[in-house]
């Protein structure tokens, strides 16, 4: 069976061959000059690492190669790969902290489809089995099929969840699910959101009120909004992040389907951008396809 680093280098294997396969041919036979590094920004902005990791990058290298007198264009890996770890490192713990109070509640959101209601399925089969309790509120009460897969997925990873029926309010269920995870004494609320409503204005105000209401029914609880993104579409998912941040803040962010995607590179653009930590990843479908982020084995399995 393949190690979870393995599997993360396997994921990665297009990002990688997108954005490292380039700059290997770039740099290969090449002076390292202003028209190399002019080359190798283009490679990055087009992998989707975006425009300010891209100058920091290109900033870093343009610094240690006058520093250490570097001249040959293949030098270049090992201070990119020295860089981009550097950035992705700007992040903080996705485990849950001792000092909270518990039950910690994470609110998880993001738009339609980029791997919410997976997502907490993951994390509830993770934190569970570190002898965790968990429990999960179905707040996406948009369509009854919603609510179902969220209750195989908890089923499948043997946790609670609180539901009601499709259209009821979900800062009711939100609620009911906060008043069940003090009773239960569970260490972490996770609760599942609609991605899409009429307006982007409603969806807004719903997260807004599910988060008012958390806070009333469990007093001095740390709450966390957890951003999901989509990894397979590049730079378009940071469009949405602001929308987000604005109504309910962010946290951390799960960058989800790196598995398969070209655009994988969105996740160093993602640590400098946002200034907010990348907690998880997701790399597949699979029950255990989510990893707890960690810098060094993710440019190692860039780079390696
Ligand atoms: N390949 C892959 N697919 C994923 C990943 N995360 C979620 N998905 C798929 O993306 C689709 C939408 O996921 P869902 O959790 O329903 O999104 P939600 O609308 O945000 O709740 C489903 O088909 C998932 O199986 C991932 O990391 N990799
Ligand atoms: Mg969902």
Same mark, same amino acid.
């Given at each position: 069976?393949?190690?979870?680093?393995?599997?993360?280098?396997?994921?990665?294997?297009?990002?990688?061959?997108?954005?490292?396969?380039?700059?290997?041919?770039?740099?290969?036979?090449?002076?390292?000059?202003?028209?190399?590094?002019?080359?190798?920004?283009?490679?990055?902005?087009?992998?989707?690492?975006?425009?300010?990791?891209?100058?920091?990058?290109?900033?870093?290298?343009?610094?240690?190669?006058?520093?250490?007198?570097?001249?040959?264009?293949?030098?270049?890996?090992?201070?990119?790969?020295?860089?981009?770890?550097?950035?992705?490192?700007?992040?903080?713990?996705?485990? +849950?902290?001792?000092?909270?109070?518990?039950?910690?509640?994470?609110?998880?959101?993001?738009?339609?489809?980029?791997?919410?209601?997976?997502?907490?399925?993951?994390?509830?089969?993770?934190?569970?089995?570190?002898?965790?309790?968990?429990?999960?509120?179905?707040?996406?009460?948009?369509?009854?099929?919603?609510?179902?897969?969220?209750?195989?997925?908890?089923?499948?990873?043997?946790?609670?969840?609180?539901?009601?029926?499709?259209?009821?309010?979900?800062?009711?269920?939100?609620?009911?699910?906060?008043?069940?995870?003090?009773?239960?004494?569970?260490? +972490?609320?996770?609760?599942?959101?609609?991605?899409?409503?009429?307006?982007?204005?409603?969806?807004?105000?719903?997260?807004?009120?599910?988060?008012?209401?958390?806070?009333?029914?469990?007093?001095?609880?740390?709450?966390?909004?957890?951003?999901?993104?989509?990894?397979?579409?590049?730079?378009?998912?940071?469009?949405?992040?602001?929308?987000?941040?604005?109504?309910?803040?962010?946290?951390?962010?799960?960058?989800?389907? +790196?598995?398969?995607?070209?655009?994988?590179?969105?996740?160093?653009?993602?640590?400098?951008?946002?200034?907010?930590?990348?907690?998880?990843?997701?790399?597949?479908?699979?029950?255990?396809?989510?990893?707890?982020?960690?810098?060094?084995?993710?440019?190692?399995?860039?780079?390696?």
């Amino acid at each position: 069976m393949a190690t979870p680093f393995e599997k993360l280098k396997n994921s990665l294997s297009k990002t990688k061959a997108n954005l490292l396969g380039r700059i290997t041919q770039a740099v290969s036979q090449r002076r390292l000059d202003d028209d190399l590094l002019d080359d190798i920004e283009e490679i990055l902005i087009e992998a989707d690492v975006g425009v300010a990791a891209t100058t920091r990058l290109i900033g870093g290298i343009r610094e240690k190669a006058a520093q250490h007198k570097l001249s040959e264009g293949q030098e270049i890996m090992a201070l990119l790969k020295e860089e981009i770890q550097v950035i992705l490192s700007r992040g903080g713990s996705p485990l +849950l902290k001792d000092s909270d109070p518990r039950p910690v509640v994470w609110l998880i959101v993001g738009v339609n489809g980029v791997g919410k209601t997976t997502a907490i399925g993951k994390l509830a089969t993770r934190f569970s089995s570190e002898g965790k309790k968990v429990i999960i509120a179905a707040c996406d009460t948009f369509r009854a099929a919603a609510i179902e897969q969220i209750a195989i997925w908890a089923e499948r990873s043997n946790v609670d969840i609180v539901k009601s029926q499709s259209g009821s309010d979900p800062a009711a269920v939100a609620f009911d699910g906060a008043k069940a995870a003090r009773a239960r004494s569970a260490d +972490l609320l996770l609760v599942d959101t609609a991605g899409r409503l009429q307006t982007k204005a409603n969806l807004m105000e719903e997260l807004k009120k599910i988060k008012r209401v958390v806070a009333k029914a469990l007093p001095g609880a740390a709450i966390y909004s957890k951003l999901i993104i989509d990894g397979s579409t590049g730079q378009n998912a940071l469009s949405q992040v602001q929308v987000f941040t604005d109504a309910v803040g962010c946290d951390g962010i799960i960058v989800t389907k +790196l598995d398969g995607t070209a655009k994988g590179g969105v996740v160093i653009a993602v640590a400098e951008q946002l200034g907010v930590p990348v907690d998880f990843i997701g790399i597949g479908e699979g029950l255990d396809d989510l990893q707890a982020f960690d810098a060094k084995q993710f440019t190692e399995a860039l780079f390696s």
